[in-house]
T-cell receptor, first 116, second 107 residues
Framework: ETGVTQTPRHLVMGMTNKKSLKCEQH?????MYWYKQSAKKPLELMFV???????ENNSVPSRFSPECPNSSHLFLHLHTLQPEDSALYLC???????????????FGPGTRLTVT | RKEVEQDPGPFNVPEGATVAFNCTYS??????FFWYRQDCRKEPKLLMS???SGNEDGRFTAQLNRASQYISLLIRDSKLSDSATYLC????????FGAGTTVTVRA
């Protein structure tokens, strides 16, 4: 399936590196999301964008910086990360959420990030 | 109390068996509910939305009990391919995910 794609699929980075995660959706959706999934823990919603505008930031540290140039693309810029940031980072998309966040989301395959 | 709680399992069942598990939620004002499945090292995929009257999709039945604040998922005639972690999602104007219930179907 190619509805939501993410690159890279795996990333190993040092604490002083700067890298970016990319997400692209081909579903015609207007809302996009970044999630963090750590082992044995629930998904943690990080950021929400609707029509390119950020609508939610769940107290995410500033070392994570999202960017949404249009409704189809979403980036997560990473810098000076910590080892505890190692996790699976998932992107998702859904229909327009102007009337409320949607529970019907389509996820990308994720980027497995390891911070050394 | 966690917003969404699930029994982590694992539920180990033989092929053909029926397995059921619940998810409890703390906010009585929650509006909508969903089940996702997540295979090992893969992304979550929407399995079904849970309607107030319950919802059935083939071998899968989801039910909502607002009085006791839980939703359930029942899988009939289990297949090997049903082995996965099932995530409960509750929408109360923000999405809350459970940590998942792992189901393993054995031959």
């Amino acid at each position: 399936e190619t509805g939501v794609t993410q690159t890279p699929r795996h990333l190993v980075m040092g604490m002083t590196n700067k890298k970016s995660l990319k997400c692209e959706q081909h579903l015609g959706h207007n809302a996009m999301y970044w999630y963090k999934q750590s082992a044995k823990k629930p998904l943690e919603l990080m950021f929400v964008y609707n029509f390119k505008e950020q609508t939610e930031n769940n107290s995410v540290p500033s070392r994570f910086s999202p960017e949404c140039p249009n409704s189809s693309h979403l980036f997560l810029h990473l810098h000076t990360l910590q080892p505890e940031d190692s996790a699976l980072y998932l992107c998702a998309s859904s229909q327009d959420i102007s009337s409320g966040i949607s529970g019907e989301q389509y996820f990308g395959p994720g980027t497995r990030l390891t911070v050394t | 109390r966690k917003e969404v709680e699930q029994d982590p399992g694992p539920f180990n069942v033989p092929e053909g068996a029926t397995v059921a598990f619940n998810c409890t939620y703390s906010n009585s004002a929650s509006q909508s509910f969903f089940w996702y499945r997540q295979d090992c090292r893969k992304e979550p995929k929407l399995l079904m939305s849970v309607y107030s009257s319950g919802n059935e999709d083939g071998r899968f039945t989801a039910q909502l009990n607002r009085a006791s604040q839980y939703i359930s998922l029942l899988i009939r005639d289990s297949k090997l391919s049903d082995s996965a972690t099932y995530l409960c999602v509750v929408n109360d104007y923000k999405l809350s995910f459970g940590a998942g219930t792992t189901v393993t179907v054995r031959a």
